[in-house]
């Protein structure tokens, strides 16, 4: 198959552009050749110290043409990074799309979804995790959080698709805990997660080589949200830690703990801090924030020597949003509101809410709600949305005023799944996510861990 020109993607995924990925990809591309072939000739004779005449009075402007000297600038993957075009398989994994995409505005796409699934019957399973757009969770099989997918995924030997509707890391996961026949497909290889890209391999193997210079790594546990690569998790499984999720942070923490004095948590510092100090009564003071990008992780040794609780400088780019004016504001502004947010929030946040939880904790506890009751929800946009349009009989909310989807889930979008689903259907498995052996064995380690938590 030939792929599509890079702003192809782009374009075809015009309703996307619109909501979530336009900040990832809409302007980038758009923004893109412009500013590398126009704006850049023009700088060029100054950059190249090549003098041009200036024009005469009255005389039109010169026709730009190309100075002597200047060369095109290479397409080094920085450059093309930069421009929104290139990938860096290393901390993004895999942020192209083969393929050509049928146009959002197609009025069919509804219906050959429905033709592709069918033609694929029980071989493909579509998982949609919650923060998926409504147009993509109205073909999932099952929806859920990151974790509740990926044992539903394990739980369908027989399929031999796994259609992952979520992030990459999520499908990574699936891949781990499914058979070797399977294959996991995510419908477009650019949805990754920022959280998941804030700890690479290679920088969390520095840290644990600042941590043995200050002499404490034998006490270290390390323990990783589920939102991170399989790197991650393997580096975990090998070093006698374990995966945790925001439903069981508690439990996890209190697993290492029982192994170990000290904990390294990544890549969220905020679940690691609300975790440390709202369950287990830590004080904010056992608590330090390791920097990847500072020698040393800007940490002192004997800071780390004297804390309890290392957290990973990461964090989510949706829930970081939510401010205390977020909290203060909705309270003001709807007199009796409770605010329920996810711990994956800033730790004040957290502390002036009513409720915190997990995705599922915020989808049951709007169930319970009694009718009539306000709730101002901080979470990802498309779950509120969802939840307010399920439950009309209460007021619900989104926490800040300020719309906030998150852009690398709302990537896959109803072109992006009908392309995978056709792709399968006639028998080019596209998009799969592998993981290699060795990293899912130690990967599996720590995910074990964790499913066997009490
Ligand atoms: S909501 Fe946050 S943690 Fe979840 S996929 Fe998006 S960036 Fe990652």
């Given at each position: 198959?030939?792929?599509?020109?890079?702003?192809?993607?782009?374009?075809?995924?015009?309703?996307?552009?619109?909501?979530?990925?336009?900040?990832a990809?809409?302007?980038?591309s758009?923004?893109?050749?412009?500013?590398?072939?126009?704006?850049?000739?023009?700088?060029?004779?100054?950059?190249?110290?090549?003098?041009?005449?200036?024009?005469?009075?009255?005389?039109?402007?010169?026709?730009?043409?190309?100075?002597?000297?200047?060369?095109e600038?290479?397409?080094?993957?920085?450059?093309?990074?930069?421009?929104?075009?290139?990938?860096?398989?290393?901390?993004?994994?895999?942020?192209?799309?083969?393929?050509?995409?049928?146009a959002a505005?197609?009025?069919?796409?509804?219906?050959?979804a429905r033709a592709?699934?069918?033609?694929?019957?029980?071989?493909?399973?579509?998982?949609?995790?919650?923060?998926?757009?409504?147009?993509?969770?109205?073909?999932a099989?099952?929806?859920?959080?990151?974790?509740?997918l990926?044992?539903?995924?394990?739980?369908?030997p027989?399929?031999?698709?796994?259609?992952?509707?979520?992030?990459?890391?999520?499908?990574?996961?699936?891949?781990?805990?499914?058979?070797?026949?399977?294959?996991?497909?995510?419908?477009d290889?650019?949805a990754?997660?920022s959280?998941?890209?804030m700890?690479?391999?290679?920088?969390?193997?520095?840290?644990?080589?600042?941590?043995?210079?200050?002499g404490?790594?034998?006490?270290?546990?390390?323990?990783?949200?589920?939102?991170?690569?399989?790197?991650i998790?393997?580096?975990?499984?090998?070093?006698?830690?374990?995966?945790?999720?925001?439903?069981?942070?508690?439990?996890?923490?209190?697993?290492?703990?029982?192994?170990?004095?000290?904990?390294?948590f990544?890549?969220?510092?905020?679940?690691g801090r609300?975790?440390?100090v709202?369950?287990?009564g830590?004080?904010?003071?056992?608590?330090?924030l390791?920097?990847?990008?500072?020698?040393?992780?800007g940490?002192?040794?004997?800071q780390?020597?004297?804390?309890?609780?290392?957290?990973?400088?990461?964090?989510?780019?949706?829930?970081?949003?939510f401010?205390?004016?977020?909290?203060?504001?909705?309270?003001?502004?709807?007199?009796?509101?409770n605010?329920?947010?996810?711990?994956?929030?800033?730790?004040?946040?957290?502390?002036?809410?009513?409720l915190?939880?997990?995705?599922?904790?915020?989808?049951?506890?709007?169930?319970?709600a009694?009718?009539?009751?306000?709730w101002?929800v901080?979470?990802?946009?498309?779950?509120v949305?969802?939840?307010?349009n399920a439950?009309?009989?209460?007021?619900?909310m989104?926490?800040d005023?300020?719309?906030?989807?998150?852009?690398?889930?709302?990537r896959?979008?109803?072109?992006?799944?009908?392309?995978?689903?056709?792709?399968?259907?006639a028998?080019?498995?596209?998009?799969?996510?592998?993981?290699?052996?060795?990293t899912?064995?130690?990967?599996?380690?720590?995910?074990?861990?964790?499913?066997a938590?009490?």
């Amino acid at each position: 198959m030939t792929p599509p020109p890079a702003t192809s993607h782009a374009s075809a995924t015009g309703p996307a552009s619109a909501t979530g990925p336009a900040s990832a990809t809409g302007p980038a591309s758009a923004t893109g050749p412009a500013s590398a072939t126009g704006p850049a000739p023009a700088a060029g004779p100054a950059g190249t110290g090549v003098a041009a005449d200036p024009p005469a009075a009255g005389a039109p402007a010169p026709a730009p043409r190309p100075a002597e000297g200047w060369a095109e600038p290479a397409a080094t993957p920085l450059a093309l990074l930069l421009l929104g075009q290139g990938s860096d398989p290393g901390s993004e994994p895999g942020v192209d799309c083969p393929g050509s995409l049928p146009a959002a505005s197609d009025p069919d796409l509804v219906a050959r979804a429905r033709a592709a699934k069918a033609a694929l019957g029980d071989r493909a399973f579509v998982l949609g995790h919650h923060y998926q757009r409504d147009e993509v969770i109205a073909f999932a099989d099952v929806t859920g959080d990151s974790f509740k997918l990926a044992r539903d995924a394990a739980a369908r030997p027989a399929a031999e698709f796994i259609v992952f509707c979520g992030v990459h890391f999520m499908a990574e996961s699936a891949d781990i805990l499914t058979g070797d026949d399977q294959k996991v497909i995510l419908p477009d290889l650019a949805a990754g997660c920022s959280m998941a890209d804030m700890a690479a391999l290679p920088q969390v193997e520095t840290a644990w080589e600042v941590l043995a210079d200050a002499g404490v790594v034998d006490q270290i546990v390390p323990v990783t949200y589920m939102n991170s690569s399989a790197d991650i998790k393997g580096f975990v499984g090998r070093h006698g830690g374990l995966v945790c999720t925001s439903s069981n942070a508690k439990r996890a923490l209190e697993w290492a703990y029982a192994r170990g004095g000290k904990v390294l948590f990544f890549p969220d510092q905020h679940l690691g801090r609300n975790t440390a100090v709202l369950e287990l009564g830590f004080d904010l003071a056992d608590c330090v924030l390791y920097d990847p990008h500072k020698p040393g992780g800007g940490l002192t040794p004997a800071q780390v020597r004297d804390a309890r609780m290392i957290l990973w400088r990461g964090h989510c780019s949706v829930h970081g949003r939510f401010t205390l004016d977020s909290v203060e504001e909705v309270r003001r502004r709807v007199p009796g509101v409770n605010v329920l947010v996810h711990p994956e929030c800033r730790h004040e946040v957290v502390r002036a809410a009513d409720l915190v939880g997990s995705t599922e904790f915020i989808i049951r506890t709007l169930e319970a709600a009694p009718p009539g009751s306000a709730w101002a929800v901080g979470t990802e946009l498309n779950l509120v949305r969802r939840l307010a349009n399920a439950h009309p009989e209460k007021r619900v909310m989104f926490l800040d005023k300020t719309v906030c989807y998150c852009a690398t889930m709302n990537r896959i979008d109803l072109p992006h799944l009908v392309w995978a689903l056709e792709e399968l259907a006639a028998g080019r498995v596209v998009n799969r996510i592998t993981v290699d052996p060795e990293t899912a064995r130690y990967a599996r380690v720590a995910l074990d861990r964790m499913l066997a938590l009490p």
